[in-house]
């Protein structure tokens, strides 16, 4: 066999093992960490919802750009005063909150 092909087919071999350790790893033992994240898609999903939901009914409209992006902007303020426990005396570490939330 070709000892070039033979390197390839054994660095995609243990790449694929990596990519399956890790996926089990995050569907079995992680499983918990990732409910508690902040950025967890489900909870993002089921607030957008309501979101676009209460634009629906009380505007007869989907919500364009100028209502989702305040909005969001709003999420991103809440989440920072969150982390910061609505310090805002401390601009830095505000700042820094609203930078790290994604």
Known sequence: ???????VSVAAMVLL?????????????????????QDNAIQL????????????????H?????????YTALLIIEEALKTTKGNTDDAAAFLKAKGVIR
């Open 1 to 7: 066999m070709n000892k070039q092909l033979l390197h």
């Open 62 to 70: 989907d919500p364009g750009f100028y209502t989702a992006g305040p």
């Open 17 to 37: 093992a990596a990519l399956l350790v890790s996926t089990t790893y995050w569907q079995t033992w992680a499983v918990g960490d990732l409910a508690d994240r």
């Open 45 to 60: 999903v089921s607030r957008l919802t309501a979101f676009v939901a209460g634009i629906n009914e009380q505007y007869k």
